[in-house]
C-alpha cells in the first residue's frame, strides 16, 4: 500500500497562518491533490500540484517540489469557517488515488 | 454544490440485515468510486468502475457487493455486516478513471451496524 503522511491535529487563531504538511512513499507520482471536509459533509476538491510550483487559490494555496520535498497546503487570513479536515492524497503510477487521515485544522477566535 | 447524490444518508441495520446504498452523479463522468471512511483513518477505497466496468476490487469482504447499472448510478448491496463495517461510505466520480480530473464526493451514507 502506499504512505500518506500528514499531522493529526493543528489549533490557530483568526487571521493567522497555518502550514499542513504531507509525506509520502507512492510507487509513481500522478499528482497530489489536497480535499477540504466539514464535519459531517462531502470532502471537496481544493487544490492539485503535479509539477513543481505553487498554486494559488484565494487564502488557501499548495506547494510541491519534489526535489527538495516540500508539499504542503497553505492556508492564509485563518476565517471560523477553515475549521475543517484536510485532506492529503497522491496518485501513484497506477493512477491510484489514496489518501492520507486528513490533519483536523481548529480556528479559534 | 456537488453534483453526486447519496441515499439514504443515514442508516442503522442488524447484522442479519439486509440493505443498499445508492449513489447518482449528475456531472457526466464515466468513473465512479466507493469509498470507507472510519474515524481518524484515511478514506479507503473500495470499489472502483469505469465506463460500468469494475476495475479494481480492494480485498473487500464479499457481505459488501457493488453493482454500476450504467455510468451515472452505482449501488453497494450489504448483507450479514459486522459491527465494525459502521463507518461514513463515500461515493465518488471522475471524468475516468486514468484522467487528470479530480473525483467530486456525495455527501455519504452514515452506517452504523448494530
Known amino acids: 500500500g502506499q504512505n500518506i503522511d500528514q499531522p493529526t491535529e493543528m489549533t490557530a487563531t483568526e487571521g493567522a497562518i497555518v502550514q499542513i504538511n504531507c509525506t509520502y512513499q507512492t510507487s509513481g507520482f500522478n499528482g497530489l491533490f489536497w480535499y477540504q471536509q466539514h464535519a459531517g459533509e462531502a470532502p471537496t476538491f481544493l487544490s492539485y500540484?503535479?509539477?513543481?510550483g505553487l498554486e494559488e487559490k484565494g487564502r488557501f494555496s499548495s506547494f510541491l517540489s519534489r526535489s527538495k520535498g516540500y508539499r504542503y497546503l497553505l492556508l492564509k487570513e485563518l476565517q471560523m469557517k477553515d475549521s475543517a479536515s484536510y485532506l492529503c492524497?497522491?496518485?501513484?503510477?497506477?493512477?491510484?488515488?489514496?489518501f492520507g487521515a486528513g490533519t483536523t485544522v481548529t480556528v479559534r477566535a | 454544490e456537488t453534483g453526486v447524490t447519496q441515499t439514504p444518508r443515514h442508516l442503522v441495520m442488524g447484522m442479519t440485515n439486509k440493505k443498499s446504498l445508492k449513489c447518482e452523479q449528475h456531472?457526466?463522468?464515466?468513473?465512479m468510486y466507493w469509498y470507507k471512511q472510519s474515524a481518524k483513518k484515511p478514506l479507503e477505497l473500495m470499489f472502483v468502475?469505469?465506463?460500468?466496468?469494475?476495475?479494481e476490487n480492494n480485498s473487500v469482504p464479499s457481505r459488501f457487493s457493488p453493482e454500476c447499472p450504467n455510468s451515472s448510478h452505482l449501488f453497494l448491496h450489504l448483507h450479514t455486516l459486522q459491527p465494525e463495517d459502521s463507518a461514513l461510505y463515500l461515493c465518488?466520480?471522475?471524468?475516468?478513471?486514468?484522467?487528470?480530473?479530480?473525483?467530486?464526493f456525495g455527501p455519504g451514507t452514515r452506517l452504523l451496524v448494530l
Open positions: 468502475y469505469n465506463f460500468k466496468e469494475q476495475t
Open positions: 465518488a466520480s471522475s471524468q475516468d478513471r486514468e484522467g487528470l480530473e479530480t473525483q467530486y
Open positions: 500540484n503535479v509539477l513543481d
Open positions: 456531472l457526466g463522468h464515466n468513473a
Open positions: 492524497a497522491v496518485r501513484d503510477g497506477d493512477y491510484k488515488l489514496s
